[in-house]
Protein backbone atom coordinates (compact mmCIF):
# COMPACT_ATOMS: atom_id res chain seq x y z
CA UNK A 1 0.00 0.00 0.00
CA UNK A 2 1.40 3.25 -0.88
CA UNK A 3 2.20 5.89 2.05
CA UNK A 4 1.49 9.54 1.91
CA UNK A 5 2.85 10.90 -0.75
CA UNK A 6 4.43 15.42 -1.05
CA UNK A 7 5.63 16.72 -4.31
CA UNK A 8 8.11 18.78 -4.81
CA UNK A 9 10.59 17.22 -1.83
CA UNK A 10 12.62 20.74 -2.37
CA UNK A 11 11.43 23.95 -3.80
CA UNK A 12 13.90 27.41 -3.71
CA UNK A 13 11.98 30.57 -4.68
CA UNK A 14 13.06 34.14 -4.45
CA UNK A 15 10.60 36.40 -1.94
CA UNK A 16 6.77 37.19 -3.85
CA UNK A 17 6.80 34.19 -5.58
CA UNK A 18 4.06 31.30 -5.28
CA UNK A 19 4.49 27.72 -4.30
CA UNK A 20 1.89 25.17 -5.07
CA UNK A 21 2.46 21.67 -2.71
CA UNK A 22 0.79 18.62 -2.99
CA UNK A 23 0.02 15.94 -0.80
CA UNK A 24 -1.69 12.56 -2.08
CA UNK A 25 -2.87 10.76 1.15
CA UNK A 26 -3.58 7.06 1.71
CA UNK A 27 -6.62 5.71 -0.04
CA UNK A 28 -9.30 5.88 1.42
CA UNK A 29 -7.98 8.58 4.64
CA UNK A 30 -11.21 10.76 4.84
CA UNK A 31 -8.85 12.93 7.04
CA UNK A 32 -6.21 15.09 6.08
CA UNK A 33 -3.53 17.71 7.53
CA UNK A 34 -1.23 20.02 6.56
CA UNK A 35 1.57 21.09 9.20
CA UNK A 36 4.91 23.26 9.12
CA UNK A 37 8.06 22.64 10.87
CA UNK A 38 10.51 25.86 11.19
CA UNK A 39 13.17 24.91 11.82
CA UNK A 40 14.27 24.46 15.90
CA UNK A 41 10.82 25.02 16.37
CA UNK A 42 7.84 22.28 16.95
CA UNK A 43 5.77 20.52 13.92
CA UNK A 44 2.59 23.22 13.86
CA UNK A 45 -0.40 22.93 12.72
CA UNK A 46 -1.95 24.16 9.72
CA UNK A 47 -5.47 22.80 9.15
CA UNK A 48 -7.80 20.08 8.42
CA UNK A 49 -9.52 18.49 5.82
CA UNK A 50 -12.26 15.83 6.38
CA UNK A 51 -12.67 14.87 2.54
CA UNK A 52 -12.97 18.04 1.06
CA UNK A 53 -14.06 20.48 3.85
CA UNK A 54 -12.15 22.03 5.81
CA UNK A 55 -12.52 20.98 9.63
CA UNK A 56 -10.09 23.15 11.13
CA UNK A 57 -7.96 25.94 9.30
CA UNK A 58 -6.95 27.98 12.94
CA UNK A 59 -3.40 27.27 12.37
CA UNK A 60 -3.27 29.15 8.52
CA UNK A 61 -0.49 31.65 8.88
CA UNK A 62 -2.40 33.89 7.01
CA UNK A 63 -4.23 34.40 3.66
CA UNK A 64 -1.04 34.01 1.59
CA UNK A 65 -2.01 30.56 2.11
CA UNK A 66 -4.30 28.83 0.30
CA UNK A 67 -5.48 25.01 0.80
CA UNK A 68 -7.72 23.15 -1.60
CA UNK A 69 -8.95 19.52 -1.81
CA UNK A 70 -10.98 19.19 -4.23
CA UNK A 71 -12.99 16.15 -4.91
CA UNK A 72 -11.58 14.95 -1.82
CA UNK A 73 -8.83 13.13 -2.73
CA UNK A 74 -5.11 14.75 -3.19
CA UNK A 75 -4.51 18.28 -1.36
CA UNK A 76 -2.72 21.54 -2.71
CA UNK A 77 -1.21 24.43 -0.89
CA UNK A 78 -0.46 27.22 -2.13
CA UNK A 79 1.94 30.40 -1.08
CA UNK A 80 1.51 33.30 -2.89
CA UNK A 81 3.08 35.74 -2.63
CA UNK A 82 6.07 34.08 -0.64
CA UNK A 83 7.63 35.67 1.63
CA UNK A 84 11.16 34.84 3.59
CA UNK A 85 8.92 33.53 7.04
CA UNK A 86 7.50 30.93 5.35
CA UNK A 87 10.39 28.78 4.84
CA UNK A 88 10.29 25.63 6.59
CA UNK A 89 9.37 21.86 5.63
CA UNK A 90 5.80 20.75 5.34
CA UNK A 91 4.22 17.85 6.23
CA UNK A 92 0.97 16.15 5.20
CA UNK A 93 -0.32 13.53 6.99
CA UNK A 94 -3.67 11.74 6.46
CA UNK A 95 -5.55 9.14 8.38
CA UNK A 96 -8.83 6.90 9.49
CA UNK A 97 -9.42 7.62 12.75
CA UNK A 98 -6.65 8.50 14.70
CA UNK A 99 -3.17 7.27 13.32
CA UNK A 100 -1.96 9.61 11.21
CA UNK A 101 0.41 9.02 8.76
CA UNK A 102 2.98 11.32 7.50
CA UNK A 103 4.15 12.38 4.11
CA UNK A 104 8.12 13.18 3.51
CA UNK A 105 7.84 16.71 3.54
CA UNK A 106 8.35 19.17 1.52
CA UNK A 107 11.32 21.65 2.28
CA UNK A 108 10.64 25.06 1.05
CA UNK A 109 13.25 27.82 0.82
CA UNK A 110 12.41 31.52 0.52
CA UNK A 111 15.24 33.55 -0.78
CA UNK B 1 -2.77 28.78 26.04
CA UNK B 2 -2.00 25.63 24.63
CA UNK B 3 1.35 24.11 25.73
CA UNK B 4 3.40 21.01 25.97
CA UNK B 5 6.70 20.55 27.35
CA UNK B 6 9.11 18.11 26.95
CA UNK B 7 13.32 17.89 27.48
CA UNK B 8 15.45 19.09 25.02
CA UNK B 9 17.81 15.73 25.10
CA UNK B 10 18.17 12.71 26.34
CA UNK B 11 21.11 10.42 26.66
CA UNK B 12 20.89 6.95 27.44
CA UNK B 13 22.76 3.46 26.96
CA UNK B 14 22.31 0.40 24.69
CA UNK B 15 20.12 -2.26 25.90
CA UNK B 16 18.97 0.21 29.16
CA UNK B 17 15.47 1.62 29.80
CA UNK B 18 14.75 5.23 29.53
CA UNK B 19 11.70 7.61 30.33
CA UNK B 20 10.51 10.90 27.93
CA UNK B 21 8.07 12.80 30.03
CA UNK B 22 5.85 15.41 28.68
CA UNK B 23 3.27 16.94 30.40
CA UNK B 24 0.59 19.23 28.64
CA UNK B 25 -1.74 22.19 29.55
CA UNK B 26 -4.54 22.40 26.56
CA UNK B 27 -7.95 23.82 26.21
CA UNK B 28 -9.40 20.37 24.82
CA UNK B 29 -8.10 16.76 25.01
CA UNK B 30 -9.23 14.17 23.04
CA UNK B 31 -5.98 12.01 22.94
CA UNK B 32 -2.24 11.94 23.26
CA UNK B 33 0.33 10.84 20.82
CA UNK B 34 3.54 9.75 20.31
CA UNK B 35 5.84 9.92 17.27
CA UNK B 36 9.45 8.96 16.45
CA UNK B 37 11.28 11.07 13.45
CA UNK B 38 14.73 10.46 12.57
CA UNK B 39 16.49 13.45 11.34
CA UNK B 40 15.41 14.22 8.01
CA UNK B 41 12.28 12.04 7.58
CA UNK B 42 8.53 11.80 8.71
CA UNK B 43 7.26 11.34 12.26
CA UNK B 44 5.74 8.06 12.47
CA UNK B 45 2.97 6.64 14.82
CA UNK B 46 4.40 5.18 18.01
CA UNK B 47 1.45 5.09 20.74
CA UNK B 48 -1.74 6.76 21.52
CA UNK B 49 -3.74 6.93 24.76
CA UNK B 50 -7.00 8.45 25.45
CA UNK B 51 -7.89 6.95 28.64
CA UNK B 52 -5.60 7.00 31.61
CA UNK B 53 -3.49 4.05 32.44
CA UNK B 54 -0.48 2.41 30.47
CA UNK B 55 -0.39 1.05 26.63
CA UNK B 56 2.53 -1.27 25.77
CA UNK B 57 3.66 -2.09 22.07
CA UNK B 58 6.46 -4.05 22.02
CA UNK B 59 9.64 -2.58 23.46
CA UNK B 60 7.21 0.91 23.64
CA UNK B 61 4.97 1.70 26.36
CA UNK B 62 3.35 5.13 27.21
CA UNK B 63 1.34 6.01 30.33
CA UNK B 64 -1.35 8.92 30.56
CA UNK B 65 -2.40 10.64 33.61
CA UNK B 66 -5.29 13.29 32.20
CA UNK B 67 -5.46 14.66 35.84
CA UNK B 68 -1.83 15.49 36.14
CA UNK B 69 -1.57 16.63 32.56
CA UNK B 70 1.22 13.74 32.12
CA UNK B 71 2.56 11.05 30.42
CA UNK B 72 5.40 9.25 29.26
CA UNK B 73 6.89 7.13 26.60
CA UNK B 74 9.24 4.05 28.10
CA UNK B 75 11.73 2.29 25.91
CA UNK B 76 13.03 -0.48 27.19
CA UNK B 77 16.28 -2.72 25.52
CA UNK B 78 17.22 0.25 24.12
CA UNK B 79 19.05 -0.10 20.03
CA UNK B 80 21.11 2.21 18.52
CA UNK B 81 18.50 2.85 15.71
CA UNK B 82 16.39 4.09 18.51
CA UNK B 83 18.12 7.10 18.69
CA UNK B 84 15.88 9.88 16.97
CA UNK B 85 13.60 12.46 18.12
CA UNK B 86 10.52 11.75 19.85
CA UNK B 87 7.65 13.99 20.09
CA UNK B 88 4.58 14.07 22.20
CA UNK B 89 1.60 15.27 20.47
CA UNK B 90 -2.08 16.36 22.04
CA UNK B 91 -5.24 15.95 19.97
CA UNK B 92 -7.99 18.56 19.97
CA UNK B 93 -10.85 18.00 18.41
CA UNK B 94 -9.77 18.33 15.07
CA UNK B 95 -6.51 19.43 15.45
CA UNK B 96 -3.12 18.01 16.98
CA UNK B 97 -0.83 20.17 19.12
CA UNK B 98 2.97 19.01 19.38
CA UNK B 99 5.84 19.27 21.59
CA UNK B 100 9.22 20.58 20.38
CA UNK B 101 10.48 16.91 20.62
CA UNK B 102 12.97 15.33 22.30
CA UNK B 103 16.35 14.32 21.09
CA UNK B 104 17.24 10.75 22.47
CA UNK B 105 20.99 9.60 21.72
CA UNK B 106 21.45 5.78 22.50
CA UNK B 107 25.09 5.19 23.16
CA UNK B 108 27.10 1.98 22.50
Known amino acids: EAGVTQFPSHSVIEKGQTVTLRCDPI?????LYWYRRVMGKEIKFLLH????????ESGMPNNRFLAERTGGTYSTLKVQPAELEDSGVYFC?????????FGPGTRLTVL | GQNIDQPTEMTATEGAIVQINCTYQ??????LFWYQQHAGEAPTFLSY????GLEEKGRFSSFLSRSKGYSYLLLKELQMKDSASYLC?????????FGTGTRLKVLA
Open chain 1, 93 to 101: ASSQVNEQF
Open chain 1, 27 to 31: SGHDN
Open chain 1, 49 to 56: FVKESKQD
Open chain 2, 26 to 31: TSGFNG
Open chain 2, 49 to 52: NVLD
Open chain 2, 89 to 97: AVKQTYKYI
